[in-house]
């Protein structure tokens, strides 16, 4: 439930404005106004009763994002760990900004800032559910796309990949992704049951 429609829809707006300036295009859309929004659609689909907290954290986990591209860290895992790690950090602040401008208090702020800032896997629900639909979204949208830039990859990497990318899931979002919520691609799906079957 939405305590305040008209608070929540300001808040909306102005992340969605944020990410309307990506000038990274997907399907003749800003990118990262196409995920929020495509988060949004898999909320909505996955757990329809969601939260408000839940729902903002969804539709920012990835705002304003191309401002902080990985050539900005140095090279290697520490390198790209640190990026994550600072871009989950970014996003946490950037959208807590933006609510306090649409009205939102201290409380509501840090919870939402808690789940994009990925604090409490699997203990926290928010945090759970933001994980559990940025997996299916990732999945659904981007997994193939992912698999043609990394042509190089052999069937053990790939098959690492969908199994990390399933133990981030709840119980709920596997069963989920397994009985027809989401649209598995196609070409992956020999793999995605390999991987799932051997987790």
């Known amino acids: 439930m939405i305590a305040n429609p008209d608070r929540f829809n300001l808040a909306i707006q102005l992340f969605d404005a944020a990410n309307a300036e990506d000038p990274n295009q997907e399907d003749g859309q800003p990118k990262e106004l196409l995920y929020a ?22 539709r920012a986990q990835h705002i304003r994002r191309w401002t902080v591209p ?35 208090d201290e409380i509501m702020v840090a919870q ?56 981030k899931m709840s119980d709920a979002a596997h069963s989920f992704a397994t009985t027809g919520g989401i649209t598995l691609p196609e070409a992956l799906v020999p793999l995605i049951s390999k991987a799932i079957a051997d987790s």
């Open 70 to 104: 990985r050539n900005t860290y140095p090279l290697g895992k520490p390198g790209y760990f640190a990026w994550r790690t600072g871009l989950y950090k970014f996003h946490a602040a950037t959208a807590g900004e933006l609510m306090r401008q649409a009205g939102y």
């Open 112 to 167: 939402v800032m808690a789940a994009i800032g990925k604090e409490g896997i699997k203990t926290n629900p928010d945090t759970q559910l933001l994980e559990d639909v940025s997996c299916l979204v990732f999945i659904e949208h981007y997994m193939l796309g992912f698999a043609g830039q990394q042509a190089d990859y052999t069937e053990e990497k790939w098959l690492g990949i969908i199994r990390k990318t399933w133990k």
């Open 37 to 58: 929004r495509r988060m949004t659609d898999m909320i909505q689909r996955f757990a329809p009763q969601a939260g408000e907290v839940a729902q903002l954290a969804v």
